[in-house]
Nanobody
Framework: VQLQASGGGLVQAGGSLRLSCAKSGRTFSTLTVAWFRQVAGKERDFIGAIMWSTSTTYYADSVKGRFTVTRDNPGNTVYLIMDNLKPEDTAVYYC?????????????????WGQGTQVTVSS
């Protein structure tokens, strides 16, 4: 599985941004694609994920109601739609993939990663 993340940039607080994660390679029934973010010097944090076969999603409490993970179907792109952005959302955002049944929040469990894309929210 190969992943290519894109769509980061600079946005004002309260604005919106959409990140894309293009997937290529294998697709299997238990595939989950997730988004993480990382601030320099801190751990990589789970944001949300989507189960490929069912489009079931789950989110970190910190972004519920503001961020949405969705995918094009048919297609091979997963999106992270971020609304009402706050300065504390500033980070490098990564997409990742793994084969799971159920929710998985730890980045160590995801073997496939895209490159990061920077999101900066100005106040």
């Amino acid at each position: 599985v190969q992943l290519q993340a894109s769509g980061g940039g600079l946005v004002q607080a309260g604005g919106s941004l959409r990140l894309s994660c293009a997937k290529s390679g294998r697709t299997f029934s238990t595939l989950t694609v997730a988004w993480f973010r990382q601030v320099a010097g801190k751990e990589r944090d789970f944001i949300g994920a989507i189960m490929w076969s069912t489009s079931t999603t789950y989110y970190a409490d910190s972004v519920k109601g503001r961020f949405t993970v969705t995918r094009d179907n048919p297609g091979n792109t997963v999106y992270l739609i971020m609304d009402n952005l706050k300065p504390e959302d500033t980070a490098v955002y990564y997409c990742a993939a793994g084969s799971f049944i159920g929710e998985r929040y730890s980045p160590q469990l995801y073997p496939y990663w895209g490159q990061g894309t920077q999101v900066t929210v100005s106040s």
